[in-house]
């Protein structure tokens, strides 16, 4: 089983992406499957998170005042989240009868948000990526900061430009395939995306050059 899986930054074409990948790869009459990691009960510990118990304990943490006892809890707490979930994730899936799982977002996001949200600790959180369970093929996707905030307002340019260099740090730190919107429109990653796929599903090489335009940038 392959893992594929989009990060970026909000409004970077992800689900886009993503998606019309996940319909790709069914012509190519392979089981696939395409998960929003951040929708409800989609990852193994956001299942468990919904016990009134857990939840409770999770709510009463978030809702602690930031000092130098919590911060250093609640950071530490969710990255463990994050690294257990990952590896869960990707072992449940393993054990069904899937060719590919498309990820919409991966666990790296839920880092990003957090090195956002506490910059002082960037480095250790940016450093746990490694410990994080890489997907077989991890795209980080960017785009210009005046275009995501045309889509997304809640974000200032500022905000933007600060989770950019997050993510281009998380792309440094586990390999990833960075690409921007100008690489995108170029048709970058329709051809990083064709050439990784053509290795999985070798068979299917000379329907795969045929559809090429099935990638929709």
């Excluded at 989009?6 to 996940?22: C, E, L, M, N, Y």
Aim: net charge positive.
């Amino acid at each position: 089983m392959k893992v594929i899986a989009f990060s970026g930054v909000d409004g970077s074409g992800k689900t886009t992406q993503a998606k019309a990948i996940t319909a790709f790869i069914k012509k190519q009459g392979s089981a696939v499957e395409y998960v929003h990691i951040f929708s409800p009960r989609q990852t193994v510990m956001s299942r468990i998170h919904e016990q009134c118990l857990v939840n409770w304990l999770l709510i009463w943490i978030r809702k602690l005042k930031n000092n130098s006892f919590t911060i250093p809890l609640k950071i530490g707490l969710r990255i463990a989240n994050v690294i257990i979930d990952s590896w869960l994730f990707q072992s449940s899936w393993r054990k069904k009868r899937v060719d590919v799982v498309i990820c919409d977002r991966y666990f790296y996001d839920v880092l990003a948000v957090l090195a956002f949200d506490f910059p002082r600790w960037n480095r250790l959180i940016i450093a746990s990526s490694r410990v994080v369970r890489k997907p077989d093929h991890i795209f980080i996707l960017l785009t210009e900061p005046a275009t995501v905030a045309s889509r997304i307002t809640e974000h200032s340019l500022d905000d933007i430009g600060k989770f950019t260099a997050i993510y281009r740090q998380l792309g440094e730190k586990r390999g990833a395939a960075v690409l921007t919107s100008e690489n995108s429109s170029k048709g970058e990653l329709n051809k990083i995306v064709k050439e990784y796929l053509a290795g999985l599903f070798n068979s299917h090489q000379s329907s795969f050059n045929g559809r090429e335009k099935d990638i929709k940038e």
